[in-house]
Structures are given as structure tokens and as C-alpha cells.
């Protein structure tokens, strides 16, 4: 966990619950790759939090997506 700038504690770099990623795809189809008004969302979740989970969401889809593929 990272000190925020109001001296909070802020979840960065830490999973994402099931909830919180719900919010985040619905989001993401909502406002597209707008991190911040995404971010704005979720209680102690940065931009760029988001950012990276939805960056790392997209690698494993397509990982999934090749391993299931037919040649």
C-alpha cells in the first residue's frame, strides 16, 4: 500500500476484488480508456491501477484466446 496525498492509504498494486473489476469493465465500455473518470469509481484506486489491470486483462484474454485457437 502507498500514502495518498490526503495521508490515506491507497490499495496500489494490490489485486483487484471481483467487484472491482466488475466496476471496471462496465466502466471501460461506458468511457472507454478514460483511467481517471474509471479510477474515480473505486474507492483508494488510481488511474493508473486501473490502467495496468485492464493492460494486464487484454494480455491474458489474448494469451487465452491464442491457446484456444485451431490451427
Known amino acids: ?5 490526503d495521508g490515506g492509504e491507497m490499495k ?3 489485486k483487484f ?3 472491482e473489476e ?6 471501460q465500455a461506458r468511457f472507454g ?4 473518470a474509471i479510477a474515480s469509481h473505486l474507492q ?6 486501473v490502467k ?3 493492460s494486464s486483462r487484454k494480455k491474458r484474454l489474448a ?3 491464442q491457446s484456444t485457437s485451431p490451427l
Request: net charge negative.
Open 12 to 14: 496500489s498494486g494490490c
Open 33 to 36: 480508456n478514460k483511467w481517471a
Open 52 to 54: 495496468n489491470f485492464w
Open 63 to 65: 494469451r487465452f484466446l
Open 1 to 5: 500500500m502507498t500514502v495518498d496525498d
Open 44 to 49: 483508494e484506486r488510481t488511474d493508473n491501477d
Open 17 to 19: 476484488s471481483a467487484e
Open 22 to 27: 466488475r466496476v471496471v469493465i462496465e466502466m
